[in-house]
């Protein structure tokens, strides 16, 4: 969408992965993979999407970091911070990219660099190295979250599609309520380098279970191009209203800097939508929360 670093990972996260993507039933699955079951493609999207859990992992081992890299808790904390404000400002340039390219393709390209970020991180030899890797972790979680569900919407028809939706969120939930114990038997039993290095087997195991049994699918109605000055305000906004959050506390909610940031993020919001309806291909199509069951399904399913 948890020491005190700012908002909880998985609350930002919430609030990033219900952007809209592009209509569901406008995506054709291609390949021999679409022809396997879509549970049977479900679980290995959910294996993929586990993974993501180092959004929190990561609090339970912030002394032990601390102590091993020799640094301060403003230090260690943009180690969380560096991915959740990443992570939620790539979501929606993400999601877009992959239905101009292929939603697969994005998820196999972030499952590939999340595993490898996760072996840099683990081998961190300082405290600059390893907020740098968890850049590369939130970049990589991103360019795999959206596709999830585009996926899904994609490969269960409509009467089978709320129930593998709730599926999916309750993996994700799962995997934000389990996060923190998890983090912690794997400090005290390995260290803490071995919550990132046991991303390794999953990661390699997803890979390759992905690359046979997801099918690729595309928007067959989008426009090859990208809404960049679209792309610029979508993500100067989020940025604006994560860093804000994550700093609000230790600046002062009411500071001159929060202010300016909150009412920034609102300005460069406006200024998207503002574009969106008058872009022929948006990243965000947002006459479509006029419709009420759309409104709905997109509330939180992971906080």
């Not at 991103?142 to 569900?149: D, G, I, K, N």
């Not at 067959?220 to 960049?228: G, M, T």
């Amino acid at each position: 969408m948890t020491a005190t670093p700012g908002p909880d990972a998985s609350a930002v996260e919430t609030v990033a992965v219900d952007l809209p993507l592009q209509p569901p039933d406008a995506a054709p699955v291609t390949g021999g993979a679409a022809e396997r079951s879509p549970w049977v493609v479900l679980a290995v999207l959910c294996l993929g999407l586990f993974m993501l859990l180092d959004g929190t992992i990561v609090n339970v081992a912030i002394p032990h970091i601390m102590t091993s890299l020799g640094t301060d808790l403003a230090g260690v904390e943009w180690v969380m911070n560096a991915y959740v404000l990443v992570f939620a400002v790539s979501l929606v340039t993400f999601g877009r990219l992959g239905d101009l390219y292929g939603r697969r393709l994005l998820f196999l390209i972030g499952m590939d660099l999340f595993t490898v970020a996760s072996l840099a991180c683990g081998l961190a030899p300082g405290i600059g190295a390893l907020i740098a890797f968890r850049v590369l972790q939130g970049i990589s979680g991103a360019a795999m979250m959206p596709q999830t569900l585009s996926i899904i919407a994609t490969i269960f028809p409509a009467d089978r599609r709320g129930a593998a939706m709730g599926l999916w969120g309750a993996v994700s939930g799962l995997g934000t309520a389990i996060g923190p114990s998890l983090g912690g038997l794997i400090v005290d039993g390995a260290g803490w380098r071995w919550i990132f290095l046991i991303n390794l087997p999953i990661g390699a195991v997803s890979l390759l279970l992905a690359w046979r049994l997801v099918p690729e699918s595309k928007d067959p109605d989008s426009v090859r191009s990208l809404d960049l000055p679209g792309v610029a305000l979508i993500t100067l906004s989020i940025s604006s209203l994560t860093f804000a959050l994550i700093e609000g506390q230790s600046l002062g909610w009411t500071s001159a800097p929060i202010v300016a940031l909150f009412a920034g993020a609102v300005l460069l919001f406006a200024l998207f939508a503002w574009r969106e309806t008058r872009e022929r291909q948006p990243l965000i199509d947002l006459g479509l929360f006029r419709s009420v069951d759309f409104a709905a399904g997109t509330s939180p399913v992971c906080s």
